[in-house]
């Protein structure tokens, strides 16, 4: 069975930094790309980073690129976000999608965690 647990959220003044954390199991994750992605109330999830599986190259939001960083640890996905802003403001979803390369589509991520609400706010 796959689970996916996001971890690390929390609230944060604006410029200050928090590090997301995904853990999983059930899955081989040289086989899947991770992906992680937001969603605010009204609006359609976003997609704010991923890793490949295909030498761990890494894709990011216009958004967040220069701030977000992800990385791979063993069966761990982290996302390192500095100089936070309030529209950063979200609920924060890690994916995984059943092939090497990495999406934006949240369609083609088959499995998803529960969320961790991310607030930004001083």
């Known amino acids: 069975q796959v689970q996916l647990v996001e971890s690390g959220g929390g609230l944060v003044q604006p410029g200050g930094s928090l590090r997301l954390s995904c853990a999983t199991s059930g899955l081989t994750l040289d086989y899947y790309a991770m992906g992680w992605f937001r969603q605010v109330p009204g609006k359609e999830r976003e997609g704010v980073s991923c890793?490949?599986?295909?030498?761990?190259s890494t894709d990011y939001g216009d958004s967040t690129k220069g701030r977000f960083t992800i990385s791979r640890d063993e069966n761990t996905i982290n996302l390192q976000m500095n100089n936070l802003k309030p529209e950063d403001t979200a609920i924060y979803y890690c994916?995984?999608?059943?092939?090497?390369?990495?999406?934006?589509?949240?369609?083609?991520?088959?499995?998803w965690g529960q969320g961790t609400q991310v607030t930004v706010s001083s």
């Open positions: 994916a995984a999608r059943p092939d090497r390369t990495c999406s934006s589509h949240t369609r083609v991520y088959r499995y």
């Open positions: 890793i490949s599986a295909l030498y761990g």
